[in-house]
């Protein structure tokens, strides 16, 4: 769901201390103030311009709500998610049934991953506007954070009980249902994407993933190869279509060779691609694993287990394809639908 932004529109800082009032304020001054406090496209200065503001001591109220409002907005934009929540919090105090302060630190409170606390906010802001897709579909990805997925499913059926063609909604609920192991709730979602639009590669491919989980290989094969139709520069498609094509009986090398020539030799996962084509050793992709930052390492390495564990299967080592697949698992790299797959396959080979 890594690809629906939550709308941050301002956010704020909690500097309301004891700064002495502007003396002798006109009303042209306010005026100019409030301008520059509404304006979001240079963000310190938005937050300096709302600073000042506030610190007049002219504002009450809902006035004074929305400045610290908008002073978040500087700092949400500038990725200071905590001064955010604080000045939402102040806002919200002197404007509690403000949906956008709600909404914006159920936001904030997500960068954040305090999951909990955006889940109060998001869960508040729906008991004061009903029936709003964009807070059904962040509350959504918070279940989703927190490893609820029967509850993600739920949000975004509301969101697409609203909106019956969101595209993001349906391409997001159809990758929980693979998550969820409801494979056939995945496929009618990718396919109803596909609908909408026929050159939509991430629904092709994850309808693939879908397939291939049910054992479906011959659709699994139809829509990897259509991946790489709409797609050619994918090598996750082209190995997932020689993964599907070995299990109806040959898979296809010049799939592989075709997605290793678009890859730099540097580039990951073109070791793999060699390793199933022949021409790379498993010593050598390890260690090439071993020398990646720290930060690209674990997610690697989940996938390099998964795609092992899969090669381990059509070799026919069931107990080899387990231990590939534990290791995968046992990474946590969540953040891969290779992490997702290698629990399924856990699941599925016993």
Known sequence: MENRAIRLATLLCLCVTIAPALAQTDDGEVKQMREACAKSDVPQAQIDACTKLIDTRLLQGRELAQALYQRGAGYAAKGEYQQAVRDYTQALKFAPDSSDALYNRGGAYSKLGRWDDALADF????????????????????????????????????????????????????????????????????????????????????????????????????????????????????????????????????????????????????????????????????????????????????????YLGERALLNGDEKAARDYFAAAAATGASSTIEHIDAKAALARVK
């Open 123 to 306: 869960d508040a802001l729906l008991k004061i506007v009903p029936n709003d897709p964009n807070t059904y579909y962040a509350r959504a990805w918070v279940h989703a954070q927190l490893g609820k997925d029967k509850a993600a499913i739920a949000d975004l059926d509301q969101v697409l009980r609203i909106a019956p063609n969101d595209q993001e909604a349906l391409l997001d609920r159809g990758g929980m249902n693979i998550r969820a192991g409801r494979y056939d709730d995945a496929i009618r979602d990718f396919g109803a994407l596909l609908k909408l639009d026929p050159k939509a590669a991430a629904a092709a491919y994850n309808r693939g993933r879908a397939y291939y989980a049910k054992e479906d290989f011959k659709n699994a094969a139809e829509d990897f190869a259509l991946t790489l139709e709409l797609r050619p520069d994918n090598p996750y498609a082209a190995l997932r279509l020689y993964l599907a094509q070995s299990h109806l009986g040959k898979g296809d090398e010049a799939v592989l060779k075709k997605g290793i020539d678009k890859l730099d030799p540097t580039i990951w996962p073109r070791p793999l691609l060699e390793l199933f084509a022949g021409t790379g050793k498993d010593p050598e992709l390890i260690a090439g694993i071993n020398e990646l930052p720290a930060k690209l390492r674990n997610d690697v390495l989940c996938e390099a287990q998964y």
